[in-house]
Structures are given as structure tokens and as C-alpha cells.
């Protein structure tokens, strides 16, 4: 219950806090678990309360490009337009740092709607924010070089586990950019010529 009141949209509504608290079930995953899979039924909407995951989008190849993050507090906008539609997911949700996740059954996300104006607030929100972030995916990849991509994927991170230490390996950084595992490694090596990088086995840190 105290996870969810550090939450601001929920502040405001102890009851809406109740709720969520009474129908939602409550489970830890670690890093590099799938909390959903495309083409998957949803059958629950997650929400962090701690730790964060990072969302994807895969194409017929298999090749993989972020979409945006989910940190503590937020949850995945897809997964509630897809569950209130009954329609199986169109992303992948994979765990970025060890997460605390609470799933409330998508029966209860319309019922919520109607009783509870924090709650879409709370929709409202996220959907705001994670348009934004796609207009920002869209532009990157349509307008910036793969080296700039990479360069402001690596201060996500950073920024996201507040440290400039990064656990992380070459081939998950081109799988997030939707580019070849080849082309990272060779523009980290420039990175770290330029003095803007150090690397090191499966670590990188940001100068």
C-alpha cells in the first residue's frame, strides 16, 4: 500500500489505492526477464513500483528496436489500450533493472475508468509521455546517425540507474537500435578514441 501512495497520481485517491492494492497481485522479476511477449494475450496491465523495464518492438527478421522505458511509477500504455480492446500485444516487455510489478486484471481497468477520474488522469498521462517518446524513436531513426543513437541510448541508461557505469552488452544495444551487433561495437571503439566512453567486458562507462 505505501508502494502505491509514493505514486503522485494515486495520491490523491485512497480508495483508488485500495482497489488496486485488493485486485492487483504482486510479483518481483530480475533483469532480462519478458513480462510479455508479442502476439501474447493481455490478460493484466503491469504497473512498477519499483525498478524498470524496457519495451521493444520486433520485426519478421527478429531484429528488435526500443520503443521507450517503463520506470518506477509508470506503466505500459500498450498493454492498456490492448487489453481494453481484447487485443493480443504488439510489443515485447523485458525487464531492464530487478522490478516489482503489480498486475491489475484488465476486467477491472474499464470499471476503474468510470469510478475513478485519477485513474484516467493516469492513463491520460502516460499516454502523453509515451507519445512523445515514440515521436522522439521516429525522429531518431529518421533524421539522426546511428552513432548519435547510440550515444543518447547509453545516457538513458545511465540516467535511468542513476550511474554512468552501464551493465550491458554490445549485442543488447544493437538489439535496441535495430541495427547489426558489428556496427555497435565499432562505433563504441570510436566513442572511446574520442574520450567520450571506457569500455570494458559487458560494462561501459560514460565519461
Known sequence: MDVLNSITAFQSSPELREKLYEYSTVQTFKEGDVILNECANIRAIPIVTRGSMRVLRTDEDGREILLYY???????????????????????????????????PVEKVGLFIKEYPEWLDYIFRLYHKRFEELLEVVNAVAFRKTDERLLQLLRKKAALTNSNNLQVTHEQLANELGTARAVVSRLLKQLEADGTVKLGRNKISLM
Open 70 to 104: 517503463i520506470r518506477a511509477g509508470e506503466s505500459c500504455i500498450m498493454s492498456f489500450l490492448g487489453g481494453l480492446h481484447q487485443e493480443e500485444s504488439k510489443v515485447k516487455a523485458v525487464v531492464e533493472e530487478e522490478a516489482e510489478i503489480y498486475f491489475l
